[in-house]
T-cell receptor
Framework: GNSVTQMEGPVTLSEEAFLTINCTYT??????LFWYVQYPGEGLQLLLK?????DKGSNKGFEATYRKETTSFHLEKGSVQVSDSAVYFC??????????FGQGTILTVHP | EAGVTQFPSHSVIEKGQTVTLRCDPI?????LYWYRRVMGKEIKFLLH????????ESGMPNNRFLAERTGGTYSTLKVQPAELEDSGVYFC??????????????FGPGTRLTVT
């Protein structure tokens, strides 16, 4: 079956530091890939997505590129802010809509 | 437009009791999904409704869990009788579908279930 392996946290950074959260997937075929974010006290929000190989998803300064050769979809941001503190989930989706999630990575950014 | 809403936000029950969780999807979304996150682990798929029909219930852990979506609007997930391992956060999501393409899933805030 499909699976998503996500870098375990927690990750603690200072403001303006560079962020990378690794994500790799195993699937039959080529699923769409997503990063979801959950801010404290809120539900999951879609952060960015990519639907095919070499696609780059980007939003709010975050980026991730769908790498078929390494089956990866690593999340990056050049300069994190305190407001980026949240839990980040990598996920893969089939054409039927069902999502397979990674374990989630807690990010804490200090001023 | 209102987002996906879930009720209650938090429920604490004793082992052996029954709990019913409710999800109201975004109006017009035919697809409704239930997921669960057990403490610190990955979010796992439970089941998928298309309107009132169960499209995929492969993630339902056992027959203590019963999901319904009468009329194709809101959905309920009943756990009876609850066990300690059922504790976790239950998320609901909804999405549109057009010509076989599933669009973004919008998630609710989740219901935190604690079984003591």
């Amino acid at each position: 079956g499909n699976s998503v392996t996500q870098m375990e946290g927690p990750v603690t950074l200072s403001e303006e530091a560079f962020l990378t959260i690794n994500c790799t997937y195993t699937a039959t075929g080529y699923p769409s890939l997503f990063w979801y974010v959950q801010y404290p006290g809120e539900g999951l929000q879609l952060l960015l997505k990519a639907t095919k190989a070499d696609d780059k998803g980007s939003n709010k300064g975050f980026e991730a590129t769908y790498r078929k050769e390494t089956t990866s979809f690593h999340l990056e941001k050049g300069s994190v802010q305190v407001s980026d503190s949240a839990v980040y989930f990598c996920a893969g989706g089939t054409s039927y809509g069902k999502l397979t999630f990674g374990q989630g990575t807690i990010l804490t950014v200090h001023p | 437009e209102a987002g996906v809403t879930q009720f209650p936000s938090h429920s604490v029950i004793e082992k052996g009791q029954t709990v019913t969780l409710r999800c109201d999807p975004i109006s017009g979304h035919d697809n409704l999904y239930w997921y669960r996150r057990v403490m610190g682990k990955e979010i796992k798929f439970l089941l998928h409704f298309v309107k009132e029909s169960k499209q995929d219930e492969s993630g339902m852990p056992n027959n203590r869990f019963l999901a319904e979506r009468t009329g194709g609007t809101y959905s309920t997930l009943k756990v009876q009788p609850a066990e300690l391992e059922d504790s976790g956060v239950y998320f609901c999501a909804s999405s549109q579908e057009y010509r076989g393409i599933h669009y973004e899933q919008y998630f609710g805030p989740g219901t935190r279930l604690t079984v003591t």
